[in-house]
């Protein structure tokens, strides 16, 4: 017996929550743009950030 297949492929909206491709890009850029402003805290002050959370 043979198996149909299905001639169109249905529309299905985005997701509003959860691992959307949209949520993934904006929290990689959040975390490049930490990262960034951490290293640029660190140059500027000499510290690191161990030192800013007070752990050293």
């Known amino acids: 017996m043979t198996q149909l297949q299905?001639?169109?492929t249905p529309?299905?909206?985005e997701p509003k929550v959860g691992f959307t491709e949209y949520a993934e890009r904006l929290n990689g850029r959040a975390a490049m743009?930490?990262?960034a402003i951490a290293v640029?805290?660190?140059y500027v002050t000499g510290q690191g950030?161990?030192?800013w959370l007070?752990?050293?």
């Open 49 to 51: 950030v161990l030192t």
């Open 11 to 13: 529309k299905l909206a």
């Open 33 to 35: 743009l930490g990262f």
């Open 54 to 56: 007070g752990l050293r």
């Open 40 to 42: 640029a805290i660190e």
């Open 6 to 8: 299905p001639t169109t």
